[in-house]
């Protein structure tokens, strides 16, 4: 080799150091890219709290990006209240709705020392205050504009009504061949069941907020989650409605189950295939809860068996997955750990579990359901997150509506997202009965000041998972936390009854005084 070609090849390998140099400074440097508000943070400190937030953050749950909440929220609401988690009670903690004193939660909940260093504490949060975004900046094209030119349905106001509604159940029944409604009303603590026409025809008080029940033909299997608000009491009870033969109701004056920590779904099923039946419940607690089954051992005694031990378990659905003959469970779980489990049913009690899904703890998950999108025999899952009432109360662009697809091995992936501030609940049906599946959601934290449409958004399916947006007018009436779909009148079409809960809170004020709004929207399919 002469010497130009040396100088030229030194020159090649210098030119090639000093661009991945540059690069590893560049990349270094915007990965710890700090916000306004904390730009005198030190870089060492920043990287630092990295390094420890993977080590003791993601042990309890998925590890959070810092661009998922503002800076703020990171700084004032999330990290103090994760701090007393690892033992650090000091920073920012305000001790709502929970303390280290708090007689409802177990001894060894919190640790009695503290597991790292206040430095290394503040190393964390300045990780997570100093690199996420001063304010979230949510951007929506042309695609996701909310049409208010819905005509499928026509909306109802009921002449039952009340003042201060604080709906915290609805259901349409379509059982033994009647069609009526039943709502609960947290406030009255009443039960009330409507006709067709939306007159009332019973009512029964029910000592505490029901959020969910199991319709039978004589008998109602009634969720009380006991207190609504964020606690660590166990007040919750499973109870039973009885029918009598005047076809009125009767509350069982004894509990099936009691001591629930926040229950809000009590499932029936022969778990073990031992001809009794044993009760699956969602105990979704606030620091603490579970998913639970309760093994019918005869003459009213039941032993509690602890599928999973943790808080947020919300939604259940029991399915035979595998076809082996015995009842599979899947649930979806909020609250920290959040994500879709599958609970395996392996005989004789025991249960398998596979997180089939997972989301970032900040997600707010809030409802999810299976259906069958391109007909290929293998059930979907619609997922809904938008719980927005914790300590990061800002607007989020992940909040809304997706859909993913199973492979055939339940093998999820995302294929379609929707975006709607504060989703609470999405219920897929042929609407239209144009053969494919549509999708009917409501919004419990919506942008009620620039788009109160996000109340209720009904996609109509046009094909490969493309969907149009629309509304109507009057669903800017209430503020709904709970939706159902069925036949109310019996005139074969599927129609949608919306529940107006006005006691909560809101970082967003509407217009519309909801405390002056119907108990509940009817919104009557008129496909013609």
């Known amino acids: 080799m002469c010497k130009i070609e040396r100088i030229c090849v030194l020159n090649r390998i210098f030119f090639l150091v000093t661009c991945y140099i540059l690069l590893l400074f560049s990349s270094c440097k915007n990965e ?67 303390s280290k004193y708090d007689r409802d939660v177990d001894r060894n909940f919190y640790p009695s020392q503290p597991l790292l260093k206040d430095e290394d504490w503040k190393n964390i949060v300045n990780y997570y205050s100093a690199t996420s975004p001063d304010t979230i900046i949510i951007r929506k094209d042309a695609a996701q504009k909310i049409k208010t030119d819905l005509s499928l349905f026509s909306a109802i106001v009921p002449p039952f009504a009340y003042s201060t509604p604080a709906t915290s159940f609805v259901k349409i029944d379509e059982s033994d061949h009647q069609h009526r409604l039943i ?34 033909k004589n008998e109602w299997l009634a969720c009380n989650i006991g207190i609504l608000n964020p606690h660590n009491g166990k007040y919750g009870k499973a109870q039973y409605i009885r029918v009598n033969q005047s076809g009125k109701l009767q509350e069982d004056t004894a509990a099936l189950f009691s001591n629930l920590a926040r229950p809000v779904q009590v499932t029936t099923a022969d778990l073990n295939n031992d001809g009794k039946p044993d009760y699956i419940i969602c105990e979704f607690g606030y620091l603490q809860g579970s998913l639970s089954w309760m093994e019918n051992l005869g003459n009213g005694k039941f032993n509690k068996h602890v599928l999973r031990p943790f808080p947020g378990a919300i939604k259940l659905y029991v399915q035979d997955y ?21 609970f395996t049913n392996k005989g004789k009690g025991q249960f398998d579990q596979r997180e089939v899904l997972r989301f970032p703890p900040v997600y707010g998950s809030s409802y999810f359901e299976f259906n069958d999108f391109n007909k290929d025999g293998y059930p979907d899952i619609v997922y809904t997150c938008g719980d927005n009432a914790d300590f990061s109360t800002v607007l989020k662009p992940y909040h809304g509506v997706y859909i993913f697809m199973n492979d055939g091995k339940n093998n999820f992936k995302q294929r379609y997202f929707y975006h709607i501030n504060g989703c609470y609940k999405a ?37 490969r998972l493309t969907f149009s ?57 008129i496909r013609r």
């Open 322 to 342: 595998n076809h082996d003959g015995l009842p599979d469970i899947w649930a979806l779980f909020s609250q920290g750990e959040e994500g879709v489990f599958l």
């Open 469 to 525: 947006a629309s509304s109507l007018p009057q669903t800017q009436l209430g503020r709904w936390l709970t939706m159902d779909a069925g036949d109310l009148d019996g005139d074969g079409k599927i129609d949608l009854v919306l529940g107006n809960f006005i006691i909560a809170p809101t970082m967003l004020k509407s217009s519309t005084d909801w405390r002056k709004g119907p108990p509940f929207l009817l919104l009557k399919n």
């Open 183 to 216: 709502i609960n009303d947290v406030t009255k603590q009443t039960t009330y069941v409507l006709n067709e026409n939306l007159e009332k025809i019973d009512s029964i008080h029910t000592m505490g907020p029901v959020v969910d029940i199991e319709m039978n």
């Open 32 to 98: 710890y890219t700090r916000n306004k508000s904390h730009a005198e943070v030190p870089l060492e400190s920043i990287k630092k709290g990295k390094e420890l937030a993977v080590k003791y953050c993601q042990a309890c749950h998925l590890l959070p990006d810092p661009s998922l909440v503002d800076s703020k929220s990171w700084e004032k609401g999330v990290l103090p209240q994760m701090g007393p988690r690892l033992g650090i009670f000091h920073f920012n903690f305000v001790g709502y709705p929970s």
């Open 427 to 463: 219920i897929a049906r042929d609407y239209d009965n144009d053969g494919d599946i549509d999708i009917a959601t409501i919004s419990y934290f919506a942008d009620y000041k620039t788009q109160p449409e996000e109340g209720f958004v009904y996609l109509e399916n046009k094909g």
